[in-house]
């Protein structure tokens, strides 16, 4: 069992963090209201949790192997002119 924060928006929950469940998985929520300060605060909580799994799940991609700048530079080709 776990306890997930989220916001409710009239019509679907929103997680503040990032969930570990499977996509798809049918769950059982009990409710417990928190005061908060608003609703608007709560729903940018949610948004900026989002973007932080999202930048979190980015982490964990693979950087670019070490070949790209090898065929980066046969695709394009930088010259500067001087003017003087």
């Known amino acids: 069992m ?21 996509i ?11 005061d908060t300060p608003s609703p ?15 930048l979190e799940k980015l982490n964990d991609i693979e950087p670019l192997p070490s070949e790209f700048d090898e065929i980066l530079s046969q695709r394009v080709s930088f010259t500067r002119t001087l003017e003087l």
């Open 24 to 34: 798809g998985r049918v769950v059982n929520l009990t409710i417990v209201e928190e």
């Open 2 to 22: 776990s306890v997930v924060k989220a916001y409710y928006d009239g019509a679907s929950f929103t997680p503040i963090e990032a969930l570990k469940i499977s």
């Open 40 to 54: 608007e605060i709560a729903k940018k909580l949610a948004q900026l949790a989002r973007i932080n799994s999202n």
